[in-house]
């Protein structure tokens, strides 16, 4: 399968074995390595890839606990010097066409992320094991920003203005979140989200970090939709405090692809204020 962005480090083969089918997913350690999306999750959460893959069978797992979808079964995984997998079983579903969302799509990604964010923690970083203390935070994202702008030209008055808010984060909601929030993480039937298959990028952090990357994934009437769900069960936090930090980390991880930090940065935000 095609790479959809720039430094995706996957490829993802589907097969046939005698126990059933099967998805591999094999990653290169060489892009691994030059990848700003995995150099930004070791730098600000201490997750560090493929190191991580000894820990999937566990972080299976867990998801398959605070989720109410579908997760894969796992099969195996390792790590070498120059390649490393992940096994899973092949589940029933279909791609999601990110132009084609249904609202009842919308209604259970609010009860994904919902249920996620009920699992919180007084610490946070790594999903199984999170050691940072909340007061580490700012200082960590301060530090990430300035790294992965060495990498990634950005103006100075944006990385200015988001190194300030940044300094400026006194509380975070730790809560089980996905950095790299998609919907082509997600499988779907008739219309209904029904799996989550890419399990790599959960960590322990903040909710509005994620909530924040969700902006991106949702236009003004889905996010209606979203918080008439989310907030039977959670307060929405005020991201007005955190958006310009986030956003400038998101980018500047290449979370979604973007170019163009300007157009990045003044997209429509319809959540938190």
């Known amino acids: 399968m095609a790479a959809k962005f720039e430094d995706s480090t996957h490829q993802l083969w589907q097969c046939q074995t005698i126990d059933g089918p099967m998805m591999l997913k094999v990653c290169n350690q060489q892009i691994v390595a030059a990848s700003s999306f995995w150099q930004g999750m070791n730098s600000l959460f201490a997750l ?3 190191a991580c893959l000894a820990d999937m069978a566990a972080i299976y797992k867990q998801v398959q606990y605070i989720s109410p979808l579908i997760v894969p079964e796992y099969i195996a995984s390792d790590f070498y010097e120059s390649a490393s997998y992940i096994l899973v079983r092949l589940i029933e579903g279909d791609d999601i066409n990110a132009e084609a969302i249904s609202d009842e799509m919308v209604q259970n990604l609010a009860h994904h992320i919902s249920d996620c ?29 300035r790294q992965l702008a060495t990498t990634r030209a950005i103006p100075q008055n944006i990385l200015q203005d988001a190194l300030q808010q940044a300094g400026m984060i006194k509380e975070i909601e730790c809560v089980s979140i996905m950095i790299d929030l998609r919907w082509d993480q997600f499988l779907h039937q008739n219309g209904k989200l029904t799996a989550i298959v890419d399990l790599d990028a959960f960590v322990t952090g903040p909710r509005a970090l994620e909530l924040v990357l969700l902006e991106y994934l949702l ?24 958006r310009t930090a986030y956003r400038v980390l998101l980018f500047l991880m290449n979370v979604l692809g973007d170019t163009d930090i300007k157009h990045w940065m003044n997209s429509p935000h319809y959540l938190g204020n």
């Open 219 to 242: 236009d003004k009437r889905q996010a209606v939709i979203f918080k008439q769900y989310y907030e039977k069960t959670h307060l929405m936090p005020d991201l007005t405090k955190v």
């Open 48 to 50: 560090s890839f493929p």
């Open 117 to 145: 964010h009920r699992h919180q923690s007084a610490t946070w970083g790594t999903l199984l094991t999170p050691q940072l203390s909340e007061d580490q935070w700012s200082t960590r994202l301060q530090c990430t920003l």
